[in-house]
């Protein structure tokens, strides 16, 4: 009695995996797509420049030392002491600095693909002083070249610095060269300085103005005691990235500003430095914090989230089709079912390769309509009924109209999405409550065997 009931749920059951099939195949294309966006990005970079990271500016003075050391004589059959001297240098935090960025994007196009950049303007001013310096020429077999100081400035791909900068140090102009002159990071610029006080300790300003492209991020290090950036822009949806968030921050419709206050007891940026003078920076250079051009309407992002939703669209769909079979004493064939879920399994396609050529809300707006345009249309002819084809297609449609709003709503896309299929679930409960399934299998049981006998 219970076979032909028992038949007809396996087979929807072995439908809905079998179309696992082509959504894995759809999910395969967009990470293929996904991919070739990548590769633009890259082509890009190289023509304009990539993500930039910006630490400093610090303080450098070369110091000789001299040091002696034991070593055997094969001739004399004694040791002797030898002395000798290495070039060193001493890194230098500021007493204070100060960042403020004015961060303006736009977008560059490779083949299909739009790709955020930004052009910004970094004023940059702080105070150094001489205490450290004062100190370490105290220090005995130390000796400080003090006519060779230097204010250098990690810029991480300096393709990006459009305009030599000046700066303005104690009062006095001073011409920025290519390259840190960091023994340990090459890449920036570096502004000589000549001699410094050596007789007594002495505050010195400093101010410089720099003009950076880059893309995607930009990132700063607090390197100062005190240290305040501030960075303003125009890009709608800020993410913020690196060790530190930031103090202050103000997201509107079009732009967001967001201001980083941090010491130096925070960051532990003078024990970093000092490492970094024995030649291991690697915390140094990653002990940073800024922001991501994040694109809240990333095609192939939502449609990866998407495609997750796809296989609990189909069960709905398909837990539908059964109920019409039950209550409106209708049979619809395997074929009808499959149709369908290819149908929705296809909207998914569609929707990648529309949102490729226009606005994601408009890809997505004829994506769905078409989906649910055509559902209408075949489901009125299966069904015998145009208002429950109608009707079927308005549910469809908030489907569609949910599902939109669980992909823009990132923070609370599990709540959004959990809560709507238990609503959905609960309606199929509701309206399922009073049906007696033994008699829906006797039912069925009965239909086939009256289709045999009229055979």
Same mark, same amino acid.
Request: with cysteine.
């Given at each position: 009695? $219970? ?72 001739? =004399? ?29 736009? $977008? ?53 610095? +459009? ?43 400093? +101010?410089?103005?720099? !003009? ?17 950036? +501030? ?24 732009? *967001? ?22 030649? $291991?920076?690697?915390? *140094?250079? $990653? ?6 051009? *994040? ?61 490729? !050529? ?89 239909? +086939?065997? =009256? ?5």
């Amino acid at each position: 009695m $219970n076979k032909k009931f028992t038949y007809k749920v396996g087979i929807i059951l072995f439908l809905m995996l079998m179309l696992l099939i082509p959504l894995k195949m759809i999910h395969g294309v967009v990470d293929e797509r996904t991919a070739y966006r990548s590769e633009a990005q890259q082509a890009i970079a190289q023509s304009w420049t990539g993500s930039q990271k910006v630490l400093g500016p610090v303080l450098v003075v070369p110091y000789t030392e001299y040091y002696k050391k034991r070593e055997w004589d094969s001739n =004399l059959k004694a040791y002797q002491e030898r002395r000798y001297s290495r070039s060193k240098q001493l890194l230098v935090l500021p007493e204070t600095l100060r960042i403020d960025g004015n961060v303006v994007t736009e $977008n560059r196009q490779r083949g299909l693909y739009s790709i955020p950049v930004y052009s910004s303007a970094l004023e940059v001013a702080g105070i150094f002083n001489n205490a450290k310096i004062q100190q370490l020429s105290k220090e005995k077999g130390k000796e400080v070249r003090w006519h060779e100081s230097y204010l250098s400035m990690i810029v991480s791909d300096i393709r990006g610095i +459009s305009e030599q900068p000046t700066v303005v140090w104690a009062g006095k102009d001073y011409v920025f060269a290519s390259g840190s002159a960091l023994e340990q990071f090459g890449t920036g610029m570096h502004a000589p300085l000549g001699a410094l006080a050596t007789d007594k300790i002495v505050s010195y300003p400093f +101010s410089f103005r720099v !003009h950076l492209k880059g893309m995607q991020e930009i990132q700063f290090a607090a390197v100062g005691k005190s240290t305040t950036v +501030s960075i303003k822009s125009n890009w709608p949806h800020p993410s913020f990235v690196g060790r530190y968030l930031p103090t202050q921050r103000t997201i509107g419709e079009g732009s *967001f500003e967001a201001t980083w206050q941090l010491s130096s007891f925070s960051s532990d940026m003078p024990r970093l430095i000092k490492a970094c003078e024995e030649e $291991n920076c690697i915390a *140094f250079l $990653n002990n940073t914090f800024g922001v991501a051009l *994040f694109n809240s309407v990333d095609i192939y992002h939502q449609a990866v989230r998407s495609v997750k939703y796809a296989i609990l669209f189909i069960s709905l769909t398909f837990i539908a089709f059964f109920l019409f079979e039950i209550m409106k004493n209708l049979r619809l064939h395997p074929m009808q079912y499959l149709l369908v879920g290819l149908s929705l399994t296809f909207f998914y396609l569609l929707l990648v390769s529309l949102s490729e !050529h226009m606005p994601y809300i408009a890809a997505y707006g004829i994506a769905a309509s078409s989906n649910v345009g055509i559902i209408a249309v075949y489901l009125g002819a299966i069904l015998k009924s145009r208002k429950l084809a109608l009707g079927f297609s308005a549910m469809l449609s908030v489907l569609y109209m949910m599902l939109y709003a669980i992909l823009l709503s990132e923070d609370n896309a599990l709540l959004m999405g959990s809560l709507m299929f238990f609503a959905v679930l609960s309606m199929v409960m509701i309206v399922t409550r009073k049906i007696d399934w033994y008699e829906v299998t006797e039912r069925l049981s009965n239909q +086939s065997v =009256l289709k045999t006998e009229k055979r």
